[in-house]
T-cell receptor
Framework: NAGVMQNPRHLVRRRGQEARLRCSPM?????VYWYRQLPEEGLKFMVY????????ESGMPKERFSAEFPKEGPSILRIQQVVRGDSAAYFC???????????FGPGTRLTVL | GQQLNQSPQSMFIQEGEDVSMNCTSS?????WLWYKQEPGEGPVLLIA?????ELTSNGRLTAQFGITRKDSFLNISASIPSDVGIYFC??????????????FGTGTRLKVLA
């Protein structure tokens, strides 16, 4: 039973470049959530997706950030024109049901130079 | 964004001691969960609570869902060095506007002295 997979584990980008973070949910899970964590802080909800639909994106910045969860393939969190303030750990979680327990991936640590 | 208040923020304890931490909110949740996060890793689910008043154990860990549905408690008995990490609570439910909410606490950083 594979857990939630995220790649890459570490990503370095220069200011202005694009960052793409991938998340494959646990087998049997069709609900995906993205969180952001700054050093020494808690997790901040960004977006909740179910296959091909964005359910709640209230935590995601209106500009430069987008997320998708296509019918086939992993969920993608995309950050365009990255800035230094985007440097953080981004975690993906998945659940079987809408209000089910969330299981987390190992995270992607984004560093913007 | 909204976060739950956890206390204490951090604690140093001696190996073998019991540990207590809690999480409070101004709003009601349907589910309370407790996670542990170690450096460089994602949070790992420890315990999930589904009913007000529920008391659930997982090995040396015991958690309770507060009667008011606005708080939860986690206890660790006879702590060991590998208990080191950050413990997060999370509340889950539906907001008054009908939107989904899954809110994390600010974390309790636990350090165990051998």
């Amino acid at each position: 039973n594979a857990g939630v997979m995220q790649n890459p584990r570490h990503l370095v980008r220069r200011r202005g470049q694009e960052a793409r973070l991938r998340c494959s949910p646990m087998k049997g899970h069709s609900h995906v959530y993205w969180y952001r964590q700054l050093p020494e802080e808690g997790l901040k909800f960004m977006v909740y997706l179910q296959k091909e639909n964005i359910i709640d994106e209230s935590g995601m910045p209106k500009e430069r950030f987008s997320a998708e969860f296509p019918k086939e393939g992993p969920s993608i969190l995309r950050i365009q024109q990255v800035v230094r303030g985007d440097s953080a750990a981004y975690f993906c979680a998945s659940s079987r049901d809408r209000l089910g327990e969330q299981f987390f991936g190992p995270g992607t640590r984004l560093t913007v130079l | 964004g909204q976060q739950l208040n956890q206390s204490p923020q951090s604690m140093f304890i001696q190996e073998g001691e019991d540990v207590s931490m809690n999480c409070t909110s101004s709003s009601i949740f349907n589910t309370w969960l407790w996670y542990k996060q170690e450096p460089g890793e994602g949070p790992v689910l420890l315990i999930a609570l589904y009913k007000a008043g529920e008391l659930t154990s997982n090995g040396r860990l015991t958690a309770q869902f507060g009667i008011t549905r606005k708080d939860s408690f986690l206890n660790i008995s006879a702590s060991i060095p590998s208990d080191v990490g950050i413990y997060f609570c999370a509340g889950q439910g539906i907001s008054t506007s009908g939107t989904y909410k899954y809110i994390f606490g600010t974390g309790t950083r636990l350090k165990v002295l051998a």
